[in-house]
């Protein structure tokens, strides 16, 4: 015993040191190379899933999507499609679209792309066997035809206005045969167009990318390096920014971008983003099946406290079309049923036949898609009418499988929004929509839906949104509250990044650091 | 003694087919599915590409089916794909254990240094403001959550660059300053808690056998404070402690899977947690087997331990 007593001396002397041992070691331990290559470090609170860019459904492998792979068109900063890999397009006429392709663009394996490509990428996503969530947004093609090497036409069996925004989506990148032949999928590996190739990916830590010295780009990208971190927490990322560890953050939750504001070193870049927060209704279940009670909960809601509440101010209340998407979206103040009234909306209800109002229950996570905040601010919003909502917070696996079974009386979510109202609006609410898990039918909505998504003009396409969003605020299935910000916390070394607005990093590529 | 763990090993069977079966349909009974998950509420899919998912996901056979074939499988070793990355579970686990068992281990011994020469000097001083300020700090950590102290950590050290790591992990084996001075405030976080449940039981336990016989009778016979205290006090004062402390090596793996997600370490517990919510069930029952046996194991190490400390513990029959 007296050996493992002198044993457990030392043991506490080391200890005492320990602490002292390891402050001494760091100031040597962080060497920076000060020239050389130019390395941006960014921090992300997900890990990719997977890099298949036909087959991803999560955001965060979106993310790395955007740098490594190219689409025929892609959206700028103001939402707007610009060219891609197809340098121009002809839409004869509103069943077919015309491709020019750039010429001399190579994929990451130095091959040549060609109008080939993009046959057998579009033919793969359309493929059922590929599972591809891009498969709803082109399920309209009905042929592919190359023209020549740099010539691709696409034939539609209906018109789609808004195809050329679909083709913006990540989901609908072009790929190389050879690179899904060799390895079944791309999950594992990355051969793109993109400015960026993958060098290195350790799961759950970092994914390092390089740059693509033969980008069609000139003078892109701007680094020799970019690394994505991982790091869940966001208070953990902010301080990350904060210490220098990473150069900039993706960050949604607003407490910590509060946080942000308040230091110096660090600066917060935020525009109203893509998604839309929603408080929408199961149509189907009594007192929802009435409009008239949909309509009266709509008065009760205020739009800027939930904003002020739950985001802390970062956010832009919308209406049924994201309000980034300036071209389309009315202002809320020329929608019926958006702004509160307290008076009117329990006399909607009296008129229902719940003078006394009524219980139902909100279905919510407390993960910030789930928005737990949100519906604890309508909550209280409601009792100012009268009607009691219980708060029904569930994991978020239980809450999607809610979802899927559309099993709730009214719930609050997170919607993909788009600058495009019919890729938003048709899918969501269009009685045949594939997540209009409001059970909504309308055929007055069902009308300009289909008419919308068939007319080619841009005026009588607005007219037509314009009534449409009209309509969706009346019938109220759904109530849209607000697009949340992007926000990115930036350090000082960073200049000339740019937000599209859907949460793309595509700007990192004309990103420099000091 | 050799007979005795051959004994305890082989009980490691029954334990973890027991736990195989728990594991496997209580994951299932959660709500949601991988492939509900994997949809999430944005995305659409035409009823035959739901059929192919279907199949992929492997939720076209009935549960009990599942079961024998994946029994049968990490027979042979094989713990199946992930139903999300695709890439095989093992290699991402054993990837990640290591991090998170050095984590535990550390945590560990900073809550035995600490606690223990606390909870001596706390019993030789009793009811001293010494021993009171060492309760009350005590009881301290051991209401602090470990997620919160972790937290808190985070933001007041956040300015110290290296300190906290950030993504940027570096093994044991790499370059061994760096990686202990990144670990040791996500152990301390994780090991303040334990440290006051130590010091806590060598108090009582100390202040139990400092009012027995033996010891006044080594202290009439005029030996030293020290040696009774070491050398007689404390040799039967630790063996409860041992016992409390193999029983919480669990718990303290299970703290270090709830910090490696606040300080952003690529351990078992961000896998862990990362499957749970994407209903990874093979990532899920894997781990979950694993650190059944590492539970096991530890205990056996434990009553080892327990018999090296006192020579009236015998494990082995034969050895009588």
Redesign the interface.
């Known amino acids: ?2 050996k493992s ?1 002198k044993l ?1 001396i030392a ?2 002397i ?2 005492l040191l ?2 002292g041992l ?2 001494g ?2 100031s040597e ?2 060497t920076v190379s000060a020239d050389a290559e130019k390395i941006l470090t960014i ?1 992300v609170d997900q ?1 990719a ?2 890099l298949d860019p036909h087959i991803v ?1 999560a955001f965060s492998s979106h993310r790395r999507i955007d740098l490594l792979y190219n689409r025929l068109v892609r959206l700028d900063e103001n939402l707007s499609v610009v060219p891609d890999l197809a340098e121009s397009w002809d839409i004869p006429d509103n069943l077919t679209y015309i491709f020019h392709l750039r010429k001399g663009v190579k994929f990451h394996n130095g091959r040549e792309m060609v109008a080939e490509d993009v046959k057998y990428s579009l033919e793969r996503v359309l493929d ?2 590929t ?3 891009g ?2 947004y082109i ?1 309209l093609v009905s042929s592919i035809d190359v023209m020549d090497s740099y010539t691709v036409k696409l034939t539609l069996s209906a018109p789609l206005a808004s195809l050329l925004n679909a083709l913006t989506s990540n989901n609908l990148s072009i790929v190389p045969r050879e690179a899904v032949e060799a390895n079944t ?1 791309l ?2 590996v990355a051969v793109g167009t993109g400015p960026f190739m993958l060098e290195e990916w ?5 994914m390092t990318l390089v740059k693509n010295p033969d980008y069609f780009e000139a003078d892109s990208p701007k680094v020799d390096k970019l690394i994505f ?5 966001s ?2 990322l ?3 920014v ?5 150069d900039m953050a993706t960050i949604n939750d607003g407490a910590t971008i509060r946080q942000a504001n308040g230091i110096s070193q660090v600066r917060v870049q935020s525009k109203p983003g893509i998604n839309v927060r929603t408080f929408g209704f199961n149509t189907t279940r009594a007192p929802f099946d009435n409009p008239l009670v949909r309509e009266a909960l709509a008065l009760a809601v205020d739009r800027d406290e939930i904003i002020a509440l739950a985001e802390f101010g970062m956010g832009s209340p919308t209406g049924p079309i994201p309000v980034s998407a300036k071209k389309w979206a009315l202002p809320l103040t020329e929608l019926p049923f958006s702004a509160p009234d307290y008076n009117r909306a329990k006399a909607l209800l009296t008129e229902a036949g719940y003078p006394d109002g009524f219980t139902f229950n909100i279905v919510c996570s407390s993960t910030y ?1 789930g928005g737990l905040d949100v519906a604890q601010v309508i909550q209280n919003e409601l009792k100012n009418i009268g009607v009691t909502a219980e708060l029904e917070v569930v994991e ?9 079974k559309r099993d709730f009386d009214s719930m609050v ?1 997170i ?2 929004g788009s600058g495009e109202p019919d890729r938003f609006l048709y ?1 969501t609410l269009h009685s045949s929509g ?2 209009n ?1 409001f059970m909504f039918k309308d055929a007055e909505t069902d009308r300009l839906l289909d008419l919308g998504r068939s007319q080619t003009v841009p005026e009588e396409r607005k007219a037509t949104y314009d009534e449409l969003q009209k309509v969706l605020a009346e019938a109220a299935p759904v109530i849209f509250l607000y697009s949340p910000n992007e926000n990115h916390v930036i350090g000082p070394r960073v200049t000339g990044f740019k937000q599209v607005g859907n949460g793309s990093l595509y700007y990192i590529a004309e990103t420099s650091v000091k | 003694m050799g007979r005795y763990v051959a004994k305890r090993l082989l009980s490691l069977i029954p334990v973890l087919f027991g736990v195989s079966l728990i594991i496997f349909f209580l994951v299932r009974m ?4 991988a492939l ?11 009823p ?2 739901m059929e ?2 279907t199949r ?1 996901f492997g939720e076209d056979k009935p549960v009990f089916i599942l079961y024998t074939e994946w029994l049968g499988d990490i027979v042979q070793g094989d713990f199946g794909c992930s139903l ?4 095989p579970v093992l290699p ?1 686990i054993m990837a ?1 254990l290591p991090l998170s068992m050095e984590l535990t281990f550390f945590s560990l ?2 809550a ?3 606690g ?2 606390l909870g001596i000097a706390s019993s030789l001083h009793q009811n001293t403001f010494g021993d009171f300020l060492s309760r009350v700090t005590g009881l301290l950590g051991l209401s602090l959550p470990q997620f919160w102290l972790a ?1 808190l950590m ?2 007041a050290f ?7 790591p ?4 570096v093994s044991l084996f790499e ?1 061994p ?2 990686n ?2 990144m670990l ?1 405030l996500p152990s301390l976080s994780i090991g303040i808690g334990f440290a006051a449940v130590v010091m806590r039981y060598t108090r009582n336990s100390m202040l139990e056998v400092l009012q027995q016989d033996y010891i006044r009778t080594a202290k009439a016979k005029g030996l030293k404070q020290r040696s009774v205290i ?2 007689h006090a ?2 039967n004062a630790i063996l409860p402690v041992i016992t409390v402390t193999g029983f919480n090596v669990g718990y303290l793996l299970g703290g270090a899977i709830v910090v490696e ?4 370490l ?1 351990g078992m517990g ?2 862990s947690l ?1 499957a ?4 990874d069930y093979p990532i899920i029952q894997a781990i979950v087997m694993i650190i059944a046996t590492i539970f096991v194991v530890v205990n056996l190490i434990t009553d080892i331990i327990y018999a090296l400390a006192d020579p009236r513990i015998r494990l082995d029959d034969t050895a009588r």
């Open positions: 015993m007296r007593c457990f043991i506490s080391l200890m320990g602490p390891f402050a070691g760091a331990v962080e921090g890990e899933i997977g459904t059922d066997k599972a591809s969530p498969r709803s399920a999928n999950q594992k350790i799961p759950d830590n970092s971190r991982v790091i869940p927490e208070a953990s902010l301080s990350g904060k210490s220098g560890d990473l898609e978020w696996g239980v809450y999607i499988d809610r979802w899927v979510e919607r993909g899918r594939g997540v898990n | 959660i709500p949601g599915t509900e998950m994997y949809m999430g509420t944005q995305v659409e899919a035409t035959e590409q192919e998912l992929l999300r990355t695709g890439r991402d990640r011994f900073l035995l240094v600490i223990v020469p937290a985070v933001m956040s300015g110290f660059r290296g300190w906290i950030m993504g940027n992990y370059d300053v760096r202990l001075k040791f070491y050398t404390l040799k997600e606040v300080f952003a690529p961000r896998l990362y749970i919510y994407q209903r």
